[in-house]
């Protein structure tokens, strides 16, 4: 017994000094206080439950119908910081306010309003995550000065977290050296007509989410140590979306001229001038590979998909451009864009040219369009128009998405898939090849496979799949005699014409009950009938 209370005591020692040794991440104790009042200044002792904030106390307003207000030239702190949805935080002009914990959890409105000859600052003193789902805007009036989100000091290294906020609106993100995360659902854009959100903190910006130049706003990427972009850039709507060429973009292999991950959207398609340019060179053309998702869409005057030296990332008319589109990549030209490759192309992820019937856009293979269009895997697809001679020697080709009419200059299927879409017997409801500049072959490999959307009854119509008004059809589907077939349980005959494929609905498939299945009915029909005779 007195050994075991030895070992007691031993042990009692031991945890005690355990519990005083600090752990590698010692979180800070922190009191809280509350906002109490309806519309009220921060600094007013009376608005809060336990006094006015400080760097070690955690604000806390969530009764959702205050608006807080940080005076102007006043200063601010908190540890962490809680806003609940209904509420606004808004710091006025030439005001300062301080983070000094490591969350800001805003689901209401925090206004950091700047300019007017001065400067608001939300300063970070540590690293700090923004969740909430909430909205940060940052406006900058005239008159000089600015709005800013910056760590508390150069030297350090701190980052900013974006898990889900909008972050919106003018002024400037960065400085001092800040590293910036914009998560998977939050969100960067510059929405102010004529107004620019730089961000310029000198650490790396990694974008997962969402970051845009919109409405004739500018964002700008300006100065930081690096972008990787796993999300969606884009500019819309008028807007510009500006990597400065000091800005190293890691997606981009200067080696062999490859743009990976990512989406990047270029979208003048309502018509006023929509920028993107990336830091990639000073040549144009700088983009012979595409590994990522780029969609550029409106009239070419309206759109400029473009180089640090303003010039087009896709073609600089001296032989440099895209020419090749991988497996993981999707390459979408729309609402009349029109887009010239220097040379022969080849696919092998997706590429979609024009979106809804009548659209203009252009896919032209070479400077000519006399150049091969090779696909190896993967889907072409759309309602524009592509000028070249088509190869399809595997993956599909579908016209329309949804169904309309694809144009071609020639086509030869080898081997790969037709995909025919079909929602009515109407012009516009189902799929039309249309080969207007050579013939169309099809190979020992080349299949049709049919697909009724919608729950859609084709039976008792003709549907023309494929018109070739330049020249003759020759070959056929594999897998669609010309004597019948069923697909997509519809008995079809298919005619192929000298300058058309026309596929006719005769009437429901029989579908046959397989042996095994007939078997097990009749034993459950013997029971019953046993089971009858018993009783």
């Given at each position: 017994m007195k050994r075991l209370a030895i070992l007691a005591i031993t042990l009692s020692c031991l945890a005690g000094?355990?519990?005083?040794?600090?752990?590698?991440?010692?979180?800070?104790?922190?009191?809280?206080?509350?906002?109490?009042?309806?519309?009220?200044?921060?600094?007013?002792?009376?608005?809060?439950?336990?006094?006015?904030?400080?760097?070690?106390?955690?604000?806390?307003?969530?009764n959702g119908t205050s608006t807080v207000t940080l005076g102007s030239g006043a200063t601010g702190n908190t540890?962490?910081?809680?806003?609940?949805?209904?509420?606004?935080?808004?710091?006025?002009?030439?005001?300062?306010?301080?983070?000094?914990?490591t969350s800001i959890s805003n689901a209401g409105q925090i206004t950091i309003n700047g300019g007017a000859g001065t400067n608001t600052f939300l300063v970070l003193d540590n690293n700090v995550t923004l969740s909430g789902a909430g909205t940060l805007t940052m406006t900058t009036a005239s008159g000089g000065g600015n709005a800013f989100i910056e760590q508390a000091a150069a030297g350090l290294t701190l980052n900013l977290t974006n898990m889900n906020n909008n972050i919106q609106g003018g002024g400037i993100i960065g400085n001092n050296g800040l590293t910036v995360v914009n998560g998977a659902a939050g969100t960067i854009q510059a929405n102010v007509n004529g107004q620019s959100l730089t961000l310029?903190?000198?650490?790396?910006?990694?974008?997962?989410?969402?970051?845009?130049?919109?409405?004739?706003?500018?964002?700008?990427?300006?100065?930081?140590?690096?972008?990787?972009?796993?999300?969606?850039?884009?500019?819309?709507?008028?807007?510009?979306?500006?990597?400065?060429?000091?800005?190293?973009?890691?997606?981009?292999?200067?080696?062999?001229?490859?743009?990976?991950?990512?989406?990047?959207?270029?979208?003048?398609?309502?018509?006023?001038?929509?920028?993107?340019?990336?830091?990639?060179?000073?040549?144009?053309?700088?983009?012979?590979?595409?590994?990522?998702?780029?969609?550029?869409?409106?009239?070419?005057?309206?759109?400029?998909?473009?180089d640090t030296a303003g010039l087009d990332t896709l073609n600089?008319?001296?032989?440099?451009?895209?020419?090749?589109?991988t497996a993981v990549a999707s390459l979408s030209i729309l609402n009349g864009y029109n887009l010239t490759t220097p040379g022969d192309f080849s696919n092998a992820g997706m590429v979609k040219v024009g979106l809804t019937a009548g659209d203009t856009s252009i896919l032209k293979i070479g400077p000519a369009g006399l150049n091969t269009y090779t696909q190896s895997s993967g889907?072409?697809?759309?309602?524009?128009?592509?000028?070249?001679?088509?190869?399809?020697?595997?993956?599909?080709?579908?016209p329309g998405?949804?169904?309309?009419?694809?144009?071609?200059?020639?086509?030869?299927?080898?081997?790969?898939?037709?995909?025919?879409?079909?929602?009515?017997?109407?012009?516009?409801?189902?799929?039309?090849?249309?080969?207007?500049?050579?013939?169309?072959?099809?190979?020992?490999?080349?299949?049709?496979?049919?697909?009724?959307?919608g729950g859609y009854d084709p039976v008792g119509h003709l549907f023309t799949i494929l018109n070739d008004s330049g020249g003759s059809v020759y070959g056929t589907f594999a897998n669609a005699p010309s004597g019948g077939f069923v697909m997509d349980q519809i008995n079809w005959t298919i005619a192929y014409n000298s300058n058309d494929?026309?596929?006719?609905?005769?009437?429901?498939?029989?579908?046959?009950?397989?042996?095994?299945?007939?078997?097990?009915?009749?034993?459950?029909?013997?029971?019953?009938?046993?089971?009858?005779?018993?009783?």
């Open positions: 000094l355990l519990c005083l040794a600090p752990g590698p991440e010692t979180a800070r104790a922190s009191s809280s206080t509350t906002w109490t009042d309806a519309n009220g200044d921060w600094n007013t002792a009376g608005n809060w439950t336990n006094g006015v904030p400080t760097g070690s106390t955690d604000a806390i307003i969530t540890d962490n910081l809680a806003l609940a949805s209904g509420n606004t935080l808004s710091l006025s002009l030439n005001s300062q306010f301080f983070i000094s914990g310029n903190g000198g650490g790396s910006l990694t974008n997962n989410g969402t970051m845009s130049g919109l409405g004739g706003g500018i964002l700008n990427v300006n100065g930081a140590g690096s972008l990787t972009n796993n999300g969606t850039m884009s500019g819309l709507g008028g807007g510009i979306l500006n990597v400065n060429g000091s800005t190293p973009l890691t997606n981009y292999n200067a080696v062999n001229k490859t743009l990976t991950g990512g989406t990047y959207i270029v979208d003048g398609s309502g018509g006023s001038v929509t920028t993107m340019g990336l830091p990639l060179g000073t040549t144009g053309g700088e983009i012979f590979n595409n590994a990522a998702n780029i969609i550029l869409s409106g009239a070419n005057a309206n759109v400029a998909f473009v600089n008319g001296s032989g440099g451009g895209l020419e090749n589109n889907l072409t697809q759309g309602t524009g128009t592509i000028i070249g001679h088509i190869v399809i020697n595997g993956g599909t080709i579908k998405d949804p169904p309309g009419t694809l144009s071609v200059f020639d086509l030869t299927l080898n081997n790969g898939t037709f995909l025919e879409q079909i929602a009515g017997s109407g012009s516009g409801q189902y799929g039309v090849l249309d080969v207007t500049g050579g013939n169309t072959h099809l190979g020992s490999g080349a299949l049709l496979d049919i697909s009724l959307l494929i026309v596929l006719d609905a005769v009437s429901p498939a029989v579908i046959p009950i397989p042996g095994s299945i007939w078997l097990t009915l009749s034993g459950l029909a013997g029971l019953w009938g046993m089971r009858r005779f018993r009783a």
